[in-house]
């Protein structure tokens, strides 16, 4: 159910005419309480889109009473029309809901540039149209109406005891000219304070999302948000908390590398015995960035070489002629030199893993990308914005 | 003439087999004197080739008699029967020009991994035969033989008051299968220091070879080298000899960005008004590794906010809402939103610029790269070291 998976929480997604699919395109979100606590963590590009300006001031006060999405179009480098269609996409909603402009948060998805009057009438019908179709068990379009390439909508639920966290996801990384922008809103019935939701947020989100890294690209709208209504009566141990949320982000973050547009492989780069875990994540996203060695896994050589190559750019502590390089449970490489043959590796299955033993202390990492392929080029080189 | 241009260098190019085609992969330059001084940049990657490791020490003194450089092999990741093949050639020079072997530079490039006993005896025949056949006439061939990729040797002559600089050079970052090495050697017979050369290939490499950028990924065998005979007599002033230098230098980063395999848009990104010359690299960088970007030229795309997507990652000083990006001359971003119509930019010719203003100070840097394209992936992804 997503996120009316929690108690607490109302949700929509109806079609606005924004998709030109007809699909849904207007999510809203409604915290029904007793908490108003909201939390939300932002792309950290400081070309920043409309609806991130705004969200950023509404969060603030960690106080928030709802969260409208829409697909169809970024409102992105639209100017101050476009930073004006969020504003009045808040005021409408707050009117509706009878709450205060500045506790609601706007995320927006879809082409970069995108922004005009049309725009802004059909983001306001749906915003109408969204709060009049609230329901428990809304979630499930909502979900479906943040979605843009996405080829499946991304949801989760997690029980503990007596609480629930729900969530839905979109996107990941900018893998398709502009859309693939990566917005994901987790609700909960745990009673938590303002400061526990937002530290638990970037703790659960500095392990999950933070180490997707598709393609390096870093999207102008991103926007991960945690509301929490209290509804179960329940304050859970913040640690407990925290363990459920990244379980929960984790999760989502695969799905939607899973999902990732004009991939053909998966990879999870686990990074072993580094000397810190900030060094372990360094190494993983300099395999994780690196075209070389996604387009050897595109095209399933197991090329530990490149594997070398690329953690060799980063200052971790390893001593890069005693490192060892698994790939699918096959150690192709060890203290730097080769070890068991590359036709020894089977690379064809989607899901790839490849371990890095630093050999320099007990911290590990593990990033998760895609590989390079000929649909990512053919994708991101079409004329578009 | 290449690196015999100058006075004082003789060079060869040899056939010794270890390319499949046949064409010469052996070079071998030697410094007649008077002056015997040397100056090297290395790849900053820590996994370096075993060629590196020797050149490094051989450096240290700045006492550089000979460089003898091949392809067909990388002699990467080879272990140390590799290493005791790159001290076997350095012998083996030092012999036949009865020299010391530690005044012997060694580079090699080619497949990563190859550097067996069948190598290394080709490897040594060819030092023996190139040394047979030096002459000051020998500069085209020993640039043909450090050839890999290339589809053309690449070799530049410039003369001032009486001194002359000559150079041969290979690569364009690694664009092929770990094959796209970057090796150059410059001579000249300009009479310098030890420190004052390394001082002058210091800032010349670090304003050309060090802003091309092909695809962000660095490789285990560069090395620029700079060989000074000192035979015209002439002790130019220092800053004459490095602005001359640097032009050089420069020429020679433009003539492998051109040939950059499977490219098909050289981009010269052009950073300007930065608050500083480093910040102005740091913006030119963050364009030239982004994926969507490179993707949208190779689409002839004028895609502008991918360009501000990509600067919006550093933390250069600028206002992202006031920044101005022009392709090939048409201004299509002014203050962070939409000028002239995509329409506008023509972006068919292979020859691509791009202007970013930053408006926060008087600095400003080029770097180079080209687009990302279907071959790039093609060429990387295919089975190969």
Same mark, same amino acid.
Request: proline share 3%.
């Given at each position: 159910?997503?996120?009316?998976? $929690?108690?607490g929480?109302?949700?929509?997604?109806?079609?606005?005419?924004?998709?030109? +699919?007809? *699909? $849904?395109?207007?999510?809203?979100?409604?915290?029904?309480?007793?908490? *108003?606590?909201?939390?939300a &963590?932002?792309?950290?590009?400081r070309?920043?889109?409309n609806?991130?300006?705004?969200?950023?001031?509404?969060?603030?006060?960690?106080?928030?009473?709802a969260?409208?999405l829409?697909?169809?179009?970024a409102?992105?480098?639209?100017?101050?029309?476009?930073?004006q269609?969020?504003?009045?996409?808040?005021e409408?909603?707050a009117?509706?809901? @009878?709450? /205060?402009?500045?506790?609601?948060l &706007?995320c927006?998805?879809?082409?970069?540039g995108?922004?005009?009057e049309?725009?802004?009438?059909k983001v306001?019908?749906?915003?109408?149209?969204g709060i009049?179709?609230?329901?428990?068990?809304g979630?499930? =379009?909502?979900?479906?109406?943040?979605?843009?390439?996405?080829?499946?909508?991304? +949801?989760?639920?997690?029980?503990r !005891?007596?609480?629930?966290?729900?969530?839905?996801?979109?996107?990941?990384?900018?893998?398709?000219?502009?859309?693939?922008?990566? =917005?994901?809103v987790?609700?909960?019935?745990?009673? =938590?304070?303002?400061s526990?939701? !937002?530290a638990?947020?970037?703790?659960?989100?500095?392990?999950s999302? #933070?180490?997707? !890294?598709?393609?390096?690209?870093m /999207?102008?709208?991103?926007q991960?948000?945690?509301?929490?209504?209290?509804?179960?009566?329940?304050? $859970? @141990?913040?640690d !407990?908390? %925290?363990?459920?949320?990244?379980?929960?982000?984790?999760?989502?973050a695969? *799905?939607?590398q899973?999902?990732?547009e004009?991939?053909?492989?998966?990879?999870?780069?686990?990074?072993?015995?580094?000397?810190?875990e900030?060094?372990?994540?360094?190494?993983?996203?300099? &395999?994780a960035r690196?075209?070389?060695?996604?387009?050897?896994?595109?095209?399933? #050589? $197991?090329?530990?070489?490149?594997?070398?190559?690329?953690?060799?750019? +980063?200052a971790a502590?390893?001593d890069?002629? #005693?490192? @060892?390089?698994?790939?699918n449970?096959?150690?192709?490489? /060890?203290?730097?030199?080769? #070890?068991?043959?590359?036709? @020894?590796?089977?690379? %064809?299955?989607?899901? %790839?893993?490849l371990?890095?033993?630093?050999?320099?202390?007990?911290a590990?990492?593990t990033?998760?990308?895609?590989?390079?392929?000929?649909?990512?080029?053919?994708?991101n080189?079409?004329?578009?914005?």
């Amino acid at each position: 159910m997503s996120v009316t998976a $929690p108690q607490g929480f109302d949700a929509a997604g109806v079609a606005a005419g924004l998709k030109s +699919t007809g *699909k $849904p395109d207007v999510a809203v979100v409604v915290n029904r309480g007793p908490r *108003k606590v909201g939390a939300a &963590v932002f792309t950290s590009n400081r070309a920043k889109a409309n609806p991130i300006l705004w969200s950023q001031q509404v969060i603030a006060d960690r106080t928030v009473e709802a969260i409208v999405l829409n697909s169809g179009g970024a409102n992105c480098f639209t100017g101050a029309f476009g930073f004006q269609t969020t504003h009045l996409t808040a005021e409408k909603a707050a009117e509706l809901l @009878d709450v /205060s402009a500045g506790d609601v948060l &706007v995320c927006s998805t879809g082409l970069i540039g995108t922004g005009d009057e049309v725009f802004r009438g059909k983001v306001l019908d749906g915003v109408e149209r969204g709060i009049a179709s609230l329901s428990a068990d809304g979630g499930q =379009l909502a979900a479906e109406a943040i979605m843009t390439t996405d080829t499946v909508s991304k +949801t989760a639920v997690l029980t503990r !005891d007596g609480w629930t966290i729900g969530a839905m996801a979109k996107g990941a990384g900018m893998l398709a000219p502009g859309l693939a922008t990566m =917005l994901v809103v987790i609700t909960t019935d745990a009673d =938590l304070e303002a400061s526990e939701a !937002d530290a638990a947020l970037r703790r659960a989100t500095n392990v999950s999302f #933070d180490r997707l !890294d598709s393609d390096g690209c870093m /999207s102008t709208n991103d926007q991960v948000t945690l509301l929490v209504s209290g509804a179960s009566g329940i304050h $859970p @141990d913040l640690d !407990d908390f %925290t363990a459920a949320l990244s379980e929960l982000c984790g999760e989502l973050a695969q *799905k939607l590398q899973t999902d990732a547009e004009g991939a053909s492989h998966d990879i999870t780069i686990v990074v072993q015995h580094a000397a810190t875990e900030e060094e372990a994540v360094e190494v993983g996203r300099s &395999v994780a960035r690196n075209n070389l060695f996604k387009a050897a896994i595109f095209g399933n #050589d $197991p090329n530990w070489g490149r594997v070398l190559a690329a953690i060799g750019t +980063t200052a971790a502590q390893f001593d890069p002629y #005693d490192v @060892d390089v698994t790939m699918n449970g096959v150690r192709v490489c /060890s203290a730097g030199g080769p #070890d068991r043959p590359r036709e @020894d590796v089977d690379l %064809t299955p989607r899901a %790839t893993r490849l371990e890095i033993d630093l050999k320099a202390g007990e911290a590990t990492a593990t990033i998760l990308t895609n590989d390079l392929t000929h649909d990512y080029v053919h994708e991101n080189s079409a004329y578009a914005s």
